[in-house]
Every structure is written in C-alpha cells, then in structure tokens.
C-alpha cells in the first residue's frame, strides 16, 4: 500500500494515483488500437464508456496527456496522437535546473553529466561509422566557427551544430533530440542566470581539438577531449551556483 507524501492528504494522493493510473491506460488503449502519429483518438463520450470514468475526469487526464506532449487536442477536430515533442521535457528540465542553482546545482550538474555520458559513450561508433563528406560537413561548421569567433560573433548555434553533426553518422533522432534538449537546458539556464560567456577563442580551441581526434579516427583522445568539453561546462554553473 502507497503512503501519501508528507504534506500532501490521503484523499489528494489517492486521487493522484487515480488520475495517473487512467493517464497510463489511455496511453494502453492508444498502442492496443493500433494508433500512431497524427491518427484520431476516440471520443471522450467513447473513452468515457471503455474507461467507465466519467467524461469531466477524461477530460482532465486528455490535458495532462497534452500537456506531457503524448496527444495534441485540436478544438473543433479532436484528439490526435502528437509528433514527437520534447518542449515539455525541455521546460521541466530547465525549472529543475534553474531551481537547483540555489542549492548548489546538483540537478544542473546532473544534466551535464547525462549529456557527456551520451556523447562519450557514443563517440567511439560515430567516429567507426563517420564518412569522408560528414567529415568535411564538420569541418565546415569548424569553420564557420573560427570566422564567427574572429569578429565576435556568438557561437552558440554553431556549437550546438558542430555536436549535432559528430553524431549525425549514428543516424539516431531520438539521440538527436535529447541532445538538443540538453543543450537548450544549459543555455537557458546559462542566460536566464546571466553567467559571462566563454572565451570564444578557447571555444574554437577546444571544438577543433574534438574534431581532429575524429578525423585521425582516435576514440580514446575523442573521448578525452569531449570529457574535458564538459568539465568546463561544469566549471560554468559552479560559478554560477556560487554567486
């Protein structure tokens, strides 16, 4: 038997075990029917005979399933099955993160270390399967970047790019997509907290110094140096939890 959270009364965590349990079998009956991407939902009056909830309460889980980017309500059309959509997991992660900046910024912390253990662990095959015209394509972003930097230029887009196409040879979207959550986190957290930029120059340093380990197909300096990459990350929001 599940013991409500402290502060939270018996009758709200148990109608919270409810709400999340009819959340659960409506995403069921969505994989039981055979729906995918953009294909209708049931009605709520049909949902609310198959689910014997009333329609108010599947009204309700419907919401909290838009909300969490699994359906998409169109008034007017119905309910449908959403495209992939990560906003969601974005915006909670950066409140997490922001918040956790007052203590220290573990969860921030915690972010940083999911991303690098991503990216060092998969170095190694996207460097196996990486070909001479992605090199090139990453090359070019290399430079682009060092042009950008000289006149002072912002980097952030041609950072998140240069990430994007070391990986690009893994053909994984759903790697795609969490790296690009991971990286809107840490910036909108970088900006909203006001934290100094990095030095653009050393930036491009150590973005061409990855991106030669690639090239001479050496996984174990890739992988230091991404490593490295990430301790200055870190380095970034301890200066930040500090202040």
């Not at 329609?55 to 059309?77: C, D, M, P, W, Y």
């Not at 030669?212 to 174990?220: G, I, P």
């Not at 300096?221 to 301790?231: G, I, K, S, T, Y």
Request: glycine share 8%; hydrophobic share 45%; proline share 3%.
């Amino acid at each position: 038997m599940s013991v409500a959270p402290q502060g939270v009364s018996s009758a709200r965590y148990s109608a919270q075990i409810r709400s999340h349990a009819l959340q659960t079998r409506i995403m069921d009956l969505i994989l039981e029917q055979g729906l995918d991407v953009g294909d209708s939902l049931p009605t709520e009056g049909e949902l609310s005979a198959v689910l014997g909830v009333g329609r108010n309460t599947v009204r309700e889980s419907l919401k909290v399933l838009q909300a969490l980017g699994v359906i998409e309500i169109r008034h007017g059309f119905g309910t449908f099955v959403a495209p992939n959509n990560f906003s969601a997991l974005t915006d909670g992660l950066v409140f997490r993160g922001r918040l956790s900046l007052r203590h220290r910024g573990e969860e921030a912390m915690e972010l940083v270390d999911v991303r690098q253990a991503l990216e060092s662990g998969l170095i190694g095959p996207a460097i196996d399967l990486v070909t001479a015209e992605q090199l090139g394509d990453l090359r070019a972003v290399m430079e682009a970047m060092e042009k950008a930097a000289a006149v002072g230029e912002p980097l952030t887009e041609l950072d998140a790019e240069f990430h994007r196409r070391l990986y690009a040879p893994l053909n994984n979207e759903l790697l795609m997509n969490l790296m690009d959550v991971f990286w809107k986190v840490y910036r909108q957290i970088h900006q909203a907290l006001g934290a100094a930029p990095m030095n653009l120059a050393d930036q491009v340093r150590i973005h061409w110094e990855i991106y030669e380990a690639v090239a001479d197909k050496d996984k174990t300096v890739a992988a230091e140096r991404l490593q490295r990459h990430f301790d200055g990350i870190r380095q970034k929001l301890r200066e930040v939890a500090a202040r």
